[in-house]
């Protein structure tokens, strides 16, 4: 689904060190089902949810690595309810045309929708609640991680341009160390997903593959 972009990041650049089970956790974001299934709200909506599919088998792969080396796995997942719904969000979606008061809205607490999807949440993992974009805002991201002595994040996720976005400048902007593994994160549109990495690669990540950060894992298992 997605075109080229750049790969930094490569276990023959120190790779192994960078992301060592000791100091990193993995974030895997947004992947619920009403941002990945068929039968999720945008499935629902004729969004074609088969461009997510590699993203979701990468983050699979990613979390079965990571478990295996001990680093620790952290699922970041949208959970709305109207009491959620800040003023900011439902006057845009009224002055888009649409009706907050009417909308069910996505990843409602308790729905199906907001259930994770492809990789799911194991024991020992951690889950996280957010009601905004980042899962770092008004969330204990931050604490967790500084409490198992993280200070780098390999993040994943959906959707690029939006809740992997907005959580990577976050972590930066708290001195995390964060990866990217491009292939590990979705846009429905291709134009976007590579934009958004190439902007992230320039200000606040470091791009490298699943293969990659799977192989330093697995030297470190």
Known sequence: MNGKVSVAGTAGDGLA???APGRTALVI??????????EGVLGGYGVDMSVVVP???AAQRLAAAARKAGTPV???GLQTSPQTDSPAWRERMRRRGGDPDT?????RTGEVGADFYGPTPQPGDLVVGKARYSGFYGTDLDARLKA?????IVACGLTTECCVDSTVRDAFHLDYHVFIPADACAAYEADIHD???KILELNCAIL???DDVVAAWTEAA
């Not at 974001?29 to 068929?38: G, K, R």
């Not at 909308?103 to 990843?107: A, K």
């Open 103 to 107: 909308d069910s809205g996505l990843c």
């Open 55 to 57: 993203a979701l088998e």
């Open 17 to 19: 060190a960078w992301i």
């Open 29 to 38: 974001i947004d992947m619920q089902v009403d941002f990945a299934a068929p």
């Open 74 to 76: 952290v699922f970041v």
């Open 148 to 152: 198992l002595g993280v200070d780098t």
């Open 195 to 197: 934009a958004t990495l």
């Open 208 to 210: 490298t593959s699943t």
